[in-house]
């Protein structure tokens, strides 16, 4: 059974860090664009970071640019984001999800429609 799962998120102050883990059972990411994407209440669901395959390209949104790092480890089949700097508009619920789709096009991999599967989601909370 593919299953993604996030783990990590949690209650933070402004300015502080999180690391959040998606981890696969059921199939191997390697050949996997993973994205993370964020729904805060009340709006759509975001683009927040992917990372391809094994080529490991990487993409931001704009406003997390600079503060959020994706990475994987494909040896255990887990996607992180480390997310610092953290501020009051980051708080949503972060899910993760895998494409096969192999592409490098921005509207491709920000997009939801492009993820074949989707974990159930873990909260981040930044405030003070």
């Known amino acids: 059974q593919v299953q993604l799962v996030e783990s990590g998120g949690g209650l933070v102050q402004p300015g502080g860090s999180l690391r959040l883990s998606c981890a696969a059972s059921g199939f191997t990411l390697d050949y996997y664009a993973i994205g993370w994407f964020r729904q805060a209440p009340g709006k759509e669901r975001e683009f927040v970071a992917a990372?391809?395959?094994?080529?490991?390209?990487?993409y931001y949104e704009d406003s997390v640019k600079g503060r959020f790092t994706i990475s994987r480890d494909n040896t255990k089949d887990i996607v992180f984001l480390q997310m610092n700097s953290l501020q009051p508009e980051d708080t949503a619920v972060y899910f993760c999800?895998?494409?096969?789709?192999?592409?490098?096009?921005?509207?491709?991999?920000?997009?939801?429609?492009?993820?074949?599967?989707w974990g159930q989601g873990t909260q981040v909370t930044v405030s003070s």
């Open positions: 990372i391809t395959g094994r080529r490991t390209n990487t």
């Open positions: 999800a895998a494409t096969d789709l192999n592409s490098h096009s921005t509207v491709v991999i920000e997009s939801t429609s492009s993820y074949d599967y």
